[in-house]
């Protein structure tokens, strides 16, 4: 919806919420939290994880709006020209490029597993996953090929890579359509049908007793006990609390760039407390009482202990574990296609979210209209996405795309922003800024936490993530030729959006934005005196 | 499963379900205003103060 003054606006409250929850909402809450949480100590996970969503999660959202609708209420909604607001200084615009890259990066694989989870569902439509004897584990490897570079382009995949084609078109007639018939509406649809489809399949999960005569000990119940009884010697365990830390980080879309740009299309007088809260309450419904009571039970119940060695991985145990138990169910043939879909609603939700930062950079920073910006978004991720589908033997390129963006990147985009909250900004002007509208009161002591606690904490979550898997990956990257190319391409891209970023920082220096603020704000001062 | 396994899947999923509850309440029962289209008494001109003197 277009305002007055030509800008674009939500529609309505709930879309707004909605659309932050759809972003947030992903594979992850379904298929990552659950892996984890039996991995590090099942119910006692959830001590770290609720004290980290408290410290560490709702306080960045909270940040992360704030910061998003006072940029936008000074017509900024690109990360580099927020930044620039909150920070007045020539480098402020410049760590916005990491806002923007992030996203971009991360649709160019994810995109991909969209159209796996798609690929799966039709699957299931057509019964192909449900012939005798279907071995899930190579059909999965077939799938996505993992065998070898090129394989979506040999002649038995055509409709592989036509289904990745439609998904990827799909995203940007979406996004094409702009914020508020574009996205929230999807989101309003989408979201509330996605909760109907994970509830069905919960309600059969739920029901299914001990399905396995032979085996009358994997019950639902066994399987509820294997994924929340808790070990308590896990929580003396510092990876527990990194773990528990990382996927509060993570599902709540914080540092993804994303929430500053859908909270710059906020009006002044808008609620960003009540909404904000919201839009996390509405991840974590998915994550725990959806994610955590579907995934791993499921698993148990028909695969028994073996369902641990799925819980490491989310492919695995998306891919390949829950396909085995679709395929033992009654109704799997249905249930399979219920889920996978719902997976892939999850996904688009999240994926159309991580186009829209960079089309609004390209918009007010180049003056581009939205078909031209579009178009160029659609040219840049198409090489991106290609070279993911391509270099397809090991997911290696998805794999280095994943953690040095989908990692490591974030982590440092959230210390960036919180520095910018809790130090730039400053935490008084920031209380003030979140209560403009507000429906509900922040506690002072968020405002103190977000200065002093919030980035220590993410410091102390980076450092050790970063000793423990950077060598790792920086060893892969000097012995496999497409890790190499995976970084260079990285690196390339990086510098394209920082000239970007440079070239948009001249134009609005030269048309004066950034003076006209500042004037406005001295005048403010002064009236204010 | 044990009797903590229960109380805290119990725990968490209450504490879940109370707050998503208690957050789309609020959200849902606003009132549905655009505050761009609101007029204070001082936004409002009624020109009766144009001659004034």
Redesign the interface.
């Known amino acids: 919806m277009a305002s007055a003054t030509g800008r674009e606006h939500w529609g309505s409250r709930i879309g707004v919420i909605l659309a932050v929850a759809g972003s947030a909402v992903g594979l992850g809450n379904f298929l990552r939290f659950p892996g984890l949480a039996a991995q590090n100590g099942g119910g006692a996970f959830m001590l770290p994880y609720f004290i980290s969503l408290l410290v560490l999660g709702i306080p960045l959202c909270w940040a992360e709006w704030t910061m998003g609708r006072y940029g936008g209420t000074r017509g900024f909604n690109s990360a580099p020209g927020v930044f620039t607001v909150v920070w007045r200084h020539p480098l402020a615009k410049y760590f916005g490029g990491l806002a923007l890259m992030i996203p971009m990066v991360i649709y160019m694989y994810y995109v991909l597993i969209e159209a796996w989870c798609l690929g799966y569902a039709l699957s299931y439509l057509t019964g192909e996953m449900t012939q005798p004897n279907q071995n899930f584990s190579q059909f999965f490897n077939q799938f996505v090929g993992i065998e070898e570079d090129g394989a979506l382009l040999a002649p038995q995949n055509r409709m592989r890579l036509l289904g990745f084609g439609l998904v990827f078109v799909l995203n940007f007639v979406l996004i094409y359509r702009g914020v508020s018939k574009g996205i929230e509406l999807l989101c309003k649809f989408a979201m509330p049908l996605m909760a109907v489809l994970a509830i069905i399949v919960l309600v059969r999960v739920l029901t299914l007793g001990a399905p396995d005569p032979s085996k009358p000990e994997q019950t639902v119940v066994a399987g509820l006990g294997f994924m929340w009884n808790p070990n308590a010697e896990k929580l003396w365990d510092p990876a527990t609390w990194l773990a528990a830390s990382g996927q509060i980080f993570f599902s709540l879309s914080v540092g993804f760039g994303i929430i500053v740009n859908y909270a710059s299309y906020l009006k002044r007088n808008d609620d960003i407390a009540l909404s904000g809260l919201t839009s996390c309450s509405v991840n974590e419904f998915f994550e725990v009482c959806l994610g955590g009571l579907i995934t791993v039970p499921a698993a148990f119940i028909f695969l028994g202990d073996q369902a641990a060695q799925f819980t490491g991985s989310t492919f695995g145990l998306g891919f390949n574990a829950l396909p085995n138990v679709f395929a033992r169910m009654w109704g799997g043939q249905f249930f399979g296609f219920l889920w996978f879909f719902m997976l892939f609603l999850a996904a688009i939700t999240s994926s159309v979210s991580m186009l829209q930062p960079v089309i609004a950079f390209l918009e007010e920073g180049f003056g581009l209209r939205r078909h031209a910006s579009v178009a160029l978004l659609g040219l840049i991720t198409a090489l991106g996405c290609g070279y993911v589908a391509y270099f397809s033997k090991g997911l290696v390129a998805l794999d280095t795309f994943d953690f040095w963006v989908g990692s490591v990147m974030i982590l440092l985009l959230a210390l960036v922003q919180s520095i910018l909250y809790g130090w730039a900004l400053g935490i008084e002007r920031g209380h003030k800024e979140a209560h403009q509208g507000a429906h509900i009161r922040i506690p002072w002591f968020v405002q103190l936490m977000l200065k002093y606690m919030v980035p220590v904490y993410l410091l102390a979550m980076l450092i050790p993530f970063c000793v423990n898997n950077v060598p790792k990956y920086a060893l892969t990257i000097s012995k496999d030729p497409v890790a190499l190319g995976s970084i260079l391409f990285l690196a390339v891209i990086l510098a394209f959006l920082l000239v970007m970023i440079h070239i948009a920082g001249k134009r609005w220096t030269a048309d004066g934005r950034f003076a006209q603020l500042d004037l406005e704000e001295r005048k403010k001062g002064e009236a204010t005196l | 499963?044990?009797l903590?396994?229960?109380i805290?899947?119990g725990s968490?999923?209450t504490?879940?379900?109370m707050?998503?509850s208690?957050?789309?309440y609020?959200?849902?029962t606003?009132p549905?205003v655009d505050?761009?289209r609101l007029h204070g008494p001082s936004d409002i001109d009624t020109r009766d103060t144009q001659n004034a003197d």
């Open positions: 499963m044990t903590a396994g229960w805290i899947m968490s999923v504490a879940v379900l707050l998503v208690f957050c789309l609020r959200v849902l606003l549905n505050v761009d």
